[in-house]
């Protein structure tokens, strides 16, 4: 499911307006650590919440809660540096394995969850090293961390979150100028569904009766055995 937050002439003439193409390059890299404690807190926020809306459009954007479900939104420089105290709490069915994002053109954001998107396959912004500590990409969750698409994709696997619980969003952002520039970002994850606890009981109690079908069956084909009394 992919999103674009410009909607209407006026507000496609806007955005273009206020997101000519950069001279500059764009380096975004992605943190996704573990946070301590599980569901809602007072510095947490959920990753599925359609009453969340996009100020600038009046339309909810983390609608995602399905693996492969498409979510728009912008990062780069200045930084969301509230991003940095904050964590997502895993309020989907799933239990993530991984997640991946893509750089899929430039963003307006003149203000936190207000912004326009301007889809531009070109744009000069890349997944790369923007802490200077050698590496792309940061992650005590997923060990393994892959960019492709010539840089523009990043995937983090090999791990997971399990439901409820927290984790890191945060995104180190350098430009080659120092000037601002946002990038938009589609993001997805992927995982497999955890049942719901009626369904745990349902199972439970099929399984029980499968098994006490299958003693009975072995209990009837079981040869009789005849006991002879001496004399």
């Given at each position: 499911?992919?999103?674009?937050?410009?909607?209407g002439p006026l507000a496609a003439l806007t955005a273009i307006l206020v997101t000519a193409?950069?001279?500059?390059?764009?380096?975004?890299?992605?943190?996704?650590?573990?946070?301590?404690?599980?569901?809602?807190?007072p510095l947490s926020f959920p990753l599925y919440d359609p009453a969340f809306l996009n100020?600038?459009?009046?339309?909810?954007?983390?609608?995602?809660?399905?693996?492969?479900?498409?979510?728009?939104?912008?990062?780069?420089?200045?930084?969301?540096?509230?991003?940095?105290?904050?964590?997502?709490?895993?309020?989907?069915?799933?239990?993530?394995?991984?997640?991946?994002?893509?750089?899929?053109?430039?963003?307006?954001?003149?203000?936190?969850?207000?912004?326009?998107?301007?889809?531009?396959?070109?744009?000069?912004?890349?997944?790369?090293?923007?802490?200077?500590?050698?590496?792309?990409?940061?992650?005590?969750?997923?060990?393994?961390?892959?960019?492709?698409?010539?840089?523009?994709?990043?995937?983090?696997?090999?791990?997971?979150?399990?439901?409820?619980?927290?984790?890191?969003?945060?995104?180190?952002?350098?430009?080659?100028?120092?000037?601002?520039?946002?990038?938009?970002?589609?993001?997805?994850?992927?995982?497999?569904?955890?049942?719901?606890?009626?369904?745990?009981?349902?199972?439970?109690?099929?399984?029980?009766?499968?098994?006490?079908?299958?003693?009975?069956?072995?209990?009837?084909?079981?040869?009789?055995?005849?006991?002879?009394?001496?004399?």
């Open positions: 499911m992919q999103m674009s937050f410009v909607r193409p950069a001279s500059a390059t764009l380096w975004l890299e992605p943190v996704i650590n573990f946070v301590p404690g599980k569901g809602p807190g100020g600038a459009t009046g339309e909810p954007f983390a609608t995602a809660d399905e693996p492969g479900e498409i979510v728009t939104y912008p990062a780069g420089v200045p930084r969301d540096e509230e991003l940095d105290v904050l964590s997502v709490w895993n309020n989907t069915r799933y239990v993530i394995t991984s997640l991946t994002m893509s750089i899929v053109g430039e963003a307006w954001q003149p203000e936190p969850f207000y912004f326009f998107i301007y889809r531009d396959p070109d744009v000069d912004a890349f997944f790369g090293n923007a802490n200077g500590d050698g590496f792309i990409g940061q992650s005590d969750i997923f060990p393994i961390i892959t960019a492709s698409n010539g840089g523009r994709t990043i995937t983090l696997s090999g791990g997971e979150i399990p439901v409820g619980g927290r984790f890191s969003d945060a995104i180190f952002a350098i430009t080659s100028d120092g000037l601002p520039f946002k990038a938009a970002i589609d993001a997805s994850f992927d995982g497999y569904l955890v049942p719901e606890p009626a369904t745990w009981s349902m199972l439970i109690a099929g399984f029980g009766l499968v098994g006490a079908m299958a003693r009975r069956r072995r209990e009837a084909a079981a040869p009789c055995q005849l006991g002879f009394a001496r004399s």
